[in-house]
T-cell receptor, first 115, second 112 residues
Framework: EPEVTQTPSHQVTQMGQEVILRCVPI?????FYWYRQILGQKVEFLVS????????KSEIFDDQFSVERPDGSNFTLKIRSTKLEDSAMYFC?????????????FGQGTRLTVV | KQEVTQIPAALSVPEGENLVLNCSFT??????LQWFRQDPGKGLTSLLL?????REQTSGRLNASLDKSSGRSTLYIAASQPGDSATYLC???????????FGAGTRLTVKP
């Protein structure tokens, strides 16, 4: 069964360093998303991406964050200068299309720890 | 702004019991509602998707219902098993938004 894959599963980084989280969405899906979950809190939306551009972003997704689809398969989230409060589980998701009938598939997540 | 609430926050039941998890949302203008399972420290596994025009969906021992007008969904788990122990999340996709809003989840423990 097709799945969304994320790498690495766990990343530890020092405050102020740049990190890139990687995702391979399901191959025929057109819409891509990043969400995060701080320990003990709700899953929160960060950004959605379609047709090689951001379609929507939350207030969390500030100038420290960027997303890219560098080739036909990868979708990346970059955090330019990490802060302690960026420590969270980051989930990538993809959907085939937009709208009511579309099911979102999530990856297994990357646990980011900023020290 | 869409707010999603799940009750109860935690639930512990003996094996074999049927149970109901609740999800409520404040804005009824939704595209769909999706139920997920999350094991500790793991990702989100999709269980059921209910489109706004549907009343319920079934998959094996799981049945999800949707009452859009009252802003409620329930996830019914029949004949619970210890392997069902996990956190169950509901998420709604609202019209004119390209994101999903999640509830905080219900942490289910099924005791052997």
């Amino acid at each position: 069964e097709p799945e969304v894959t994320q790498t690495p599963s766990h990343q530890v980084t020092q405050m102020g360093q740049e990190v890139i989280l990687r995702c391979v969405p399901i191959s025929n899906h057109l819409y891509f998303y990043w969400y995060r979950q701080i320990l003990g809190q709700k899953v929160e939306f960060l950004v959605s991406f379609y047709n090689n551009e951001i379609s929507e972003k939350s207030e969390i997704f500030d100038d420290q964050f960027s997303v890219e689809r560098p080739d036909g398969s990868n979708f990346t989230l970059k955090i330019r200068s990490t802060k302690l409060e960026d420590s969270a589980m980051y989930f990538c998701a993809s959907t085939l299309e937009d709208g009511g009938g579309t099911e979102a598939f999530f990856g297994q997540g990357t646990r980011l720890t900023v020290v | 702004k869409q707010e999603v609430t799940q009750i109860p926050a935690a639930l512990s039941v003996p094996e074999g019991e049927n149970l109901v998890l609740n999800c409520s949302f404040t804005d009824s203008a939704i595209y769909n509602l999706q139920w997920f399972r999350q094991d500790p420290g793991k990702g989100l596994t999709s269980l059921l998707l209910i489109q706004s025009s549907q009343r319920e969906q079934t998959s094996g021992r799981l049945n999800a219902s949707l009452d859009k007008s009252s802003g409620r969904s329930t996830l019914y788990i029949a004949a619970s098993q210890p392997g069902d122990s996990a956190t169950y999340l509901c998420a709604v996709r609202t019209y004119n938004n390209n994101d999903m809003r999640f509830g905080a989840g219900t942490r289910l423990t099924v005791k052997p």
